[in-house]
């Protein structure tokens, strides 16, 4: 996927102005955020279950060699394979080998941010093997060329109209706007590919150490199929996302399912332990799981660390007053919302993702809703502070804090700064209480009148008012 | 609770935008604190809380405004601001200093005493005698840092029900940011726009005919937008009505002869 971060304020420009993104946006405010404070109203004890999740992914962070060599461990046991991948071209290599060890023409795949990350699509077309998608969202988006928005609604930014105009045009069949006549339609197309795929690729919600086993928690089943009828099966995800027991993750799921889509518990839950046992009915010949890390260890220890934390519930971004007005695509990567802004600096580098943690209000509305309370506005703060001490910030943020700060730690120049800029928007005024235009200050009157100052600055009045 | 004979010792803290832009909200705000019982005093070395270089990633710039604002305030029982935002921030000086410097002792002190106005009146004072009155359907803006980092949410509605003629009527979604966010109104003025436009939208369909909150950076923002848009609704800080100085023009409907501050 390329990257547009850099031009994440001309991105966010054009999607302010784009009607129908706008329409998509608009349900999903009315969707998920509302959904979630219902789930939570009916489950009093979950304030509680948000501080024992958080307390037990900082316990596993303190020991994550541990359990993920564990885990390793059990996934060898049970007759399995776990490739350990430090970049995203190790991953989508090791990944490529795999498939041509069993000669893979298709492989089918599950939803996986994880295979976004590592840009796994187009490194196995271009190597010859035909991914395709079998989430609703996600085949819908590589019908269009298209790329995930939100970490678990895909194709949120498109409406209606859009599925069912790609759909007439790529499946050849009358257009038709009917949900069910859609749904159907990706039905049949897909029903053939899961039959012929050689290979099938998932991701994990999460990794249990003490049985070797992954899960996939998904609303629409098209998990199952993925990972059991091909015969081999590759799990690609993320070292943070292993627990050490069953009854951690489920611990997990509870929180993830309410914070996501405000469900009690996901529709389809389905755990993969290795490869087909002897006497089993069904499920792979084959199990793999490639356990990317690009940059996250190095987070650990860090002043990020409790970033990985992170569940991908993308509570953050349902509630960000901000990926609510631009959408997903503006951040330019995989990422996007709160948890992207404090992601994607360290996967693509704060040189180019240095809009991102500046796009915030810090209103604290994503810190409120986290299930396992990262702090995520002290988390972007970090980045401005990195990239201010890397002289990265723009020259004007630079020069006008710089400016701004020398007087602030001089009280008495200050209250000359005060009085005469207190002054300058009082003449600017005139009588009319507000100001239209305010030279170097556009970004405020191209939108809004800014209202004058009352009087002299108050230090001033107060002065004189004690002296009288 | 402290004896009424022995007033307690009050550091006002101004805030820069109330220095700028409308005094009145701290000449109301020490009436509040005085009518509560306060002897109040204005450090003169107090300048700005110090967020624009805070959130900026200004790391040293912050510390060194911290320190000059934890010293102007020593000495004072509590440290009271009309604004959620900058008291705030005055309780993140904590996160400046390691755990062996001793200005961390300091600035711990400095949040266990600063308060924002209405929660200080409320959970500290429990002072309710206001006896102000104001002819108005009003709504309020819950201000983020107030809300969120402060738990300021039922104190300025308590004590707004005390006002008489007053009505509350709520507009939906007023905890969402208005988009005003410091330095972010300037450097992401289209994002920002469109979030204080859905907040005006709001606003206006609450039928209120004045709009309340208790930080000026945000009432700016927002009252500047109801202005541009031509809405006739008035904007105020929540100590004017409270102390019942609301003679003064509201918020960016100011007019007056230069020179002749009222
Ligand atoms: S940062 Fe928190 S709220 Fe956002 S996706 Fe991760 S777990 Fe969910």
Redesign the pocket.
């Known amino acids: 996927m390329q990257i547009t971060s850099p031009a994440f304020k001309e991105n966010a420009r054009i999607a302010l102005h784009d009607a129908g993104l706008q329409k998509a946006l608009g349900n999903l405010k009315e969707g998920f955020p509302v959904k979630r404070s219902t789930a939570v109203a009916r489950m009093p004890e979950f304030e509680q279950l948000r501080d024992e999740g958080t307390a037990l992914k900082n316990h596993i962070l303190e020991n994550l060699d541990i359990y993920l060599e564990q885990f390793e461990a059990n996934v060898i046991k049970n007759g399995g394979h776990v490739h350990w991948c430090r970049t995203p071209e190790d991953a989508c290599k090791k990944i490529l080998d795999i498939c041509k060890e069993v000669d893979a023409k298709t492989v089918t795949k599950g939803k996986s941010m994880v295979s976004e990350e590592i840009n796994l699509n187009d490194y196995l077309e271009k190597n010859g093997v035909e991914p395709i998608e079998t989430d609703l969202g996600e085949y819908i988006l590589q019908l269009r060329g298209d790329h995930p928005s939100h ?1 678990i609604a895909p194709a949120i930014h498109l409406n209606l109209e859009d599925v069912s105009e790609i759909f007439h045009e790529k499946h050849k069949r009358p257009k038709s706007s009917d949900p069910k006549v859609l749904m159907q339609e990706a039905r049949e197309m897909l029903r053939e590919k899961f039959a012929g795929a050689d290979v099938g690729i998932t991701g994990a919600n999460f990794l249990v150490a003490e049985t070797g086993s992954s899960i996939i928690v998904t609303n629409e089943g098209n998990g199952d199929l993925t990972q059991t009828l091909p015969k081999t099966h590759i799990v690609v995800t993320s070292i943070e996302k292993v627990v050490p027991t069953l009854e951690d993750m489920t611990l997990f799921l509870r929180l993830l399912a309410r ?2 889509t405000g469900q009690e518990f996901t529709v389809y839950n389905t755990l993969s332990t290795g490869p087909r046992r002897a006497g089993d009915q069904d499920g792979p010949e084959n199990f793999h799981v490639v356990l990317v890390d690009n940059g996250r260890s190095e987070m650990v220890g860090s002043e990020f660390q409790e ?1 990985l ?9 349902n509630h960000c007053p901000v990926y609510g007005a631009v959408g997903g695509h503006s951040y330019g990567w995989v990422y996007p ?3 992207g802004s ?1 992601l994607t600096p360290q996967m693509i580098g704060i040189e180019e993702a240095g809009l991102l943690p500046n796009a915030s209000t810090f209103c604290g509305k ?1 810190e409120s ?4 309370r ?1 702090p ?1 506005p002290k988390l972007m703060r970090h980045w401005r502070e990195d990239e201010f001490s890397k002289h990265l910030s723009p020259k004007a943020v630079r020069w006008g804090i710089g400016g701004w700060a020398f007087f602030a730690k001089r009280p008495t120049l200050y209250r000359l700064l005060s009085i005469s800029s207190n002054l300058f928007l009082r003449v600017m005024a005139g009588k009319k209480g507000h100001i239209k235009k305010i030279p170097l200050a556009g970004g405020w009157t191209d939108g809004r009148d800014m209202p004058a100052p009352r009087g002299k600055t108050f230090m001033s009045q107060y002065k004189s008012r004690k002296q009288s | 609770m402290h004896a009424s004979e022995k007033p307690i010792k009050v550091g006002l803290f101004v805030t820069c935008l109330v220095d700028m832009f409308r005094p009145s909200i701290g000449f109301a705000t020490i009436k509040l604190l005085e009518n509560a019982g306060c002897k109040v005093s204005v450090p003169e070395a107090q300048t700005c809380c110090g967020q624009p270089a805070f959130n900026s990633g200004d790391k040293k710039s912050t510390q060194d405004i911290a320190r000059q604002t934890i010293q102007a305030f020593d000495g004072y029982e509590y440290v009271v601001g009309p604004s959620g935002s900058c008291i705030g921030m005055l309780h993140h000086y904590t996160e400046l200093f390691d755990e062996n410097d001793p200005w961390k002792a300091r600035a711990e002190d400095l949040k266990s005493r600063a308060f924002e106005i209405t929660s200080f009146l409320t959970d500290v004072l429990d002072f309710n005698t206001i006896l102000s009155k104001y002819d108005a359907k009003a709504t309020y803006h819950d201000s983020c840092a107030g809300l969120r980092e402060l738990g300021v949410k039922q104190q300025p509605r308590k004590l707004l029900a005390k006002v008489a003629n007053l009505t509350l009527s709520e507009m939906e979604e007023s905890e969402t940011c208005c988009g005003f966010g410091g330095t972010f109104c300037v450097k992401y003025p289209d994002i920002s726009n469109r979030m204080v436009e859905n907040k005006t939208s709001n606003i206006v369909d609450s039928g209120a005919t004045t709009l309340l909150g208790g930080d000026l950076g945000c009432l700016l923002n927002m009252a500047g937008k109801l202005k541009r848009q031509g809405h006739k609704i008035e904007t105020r800080h929540i100590v004017e009505v409270l102390a019942g100085m609301t003679d003064e023009p509201a918020i960016g409907d100011a007019d007056y002869e230069l020179g002749q501050p009222a």
């Not at chain 1, 809703?369 to 396992?372: D, E, I, L, W």
Request: proline content about 8%.
């Open positions: 970490i914070s996501a970033m934390r992170c569940i991908r519930c993308s509570a953050c971004m919302g709160p948890m404090v994503c809703v986290c299930p396992v990262i995520l």
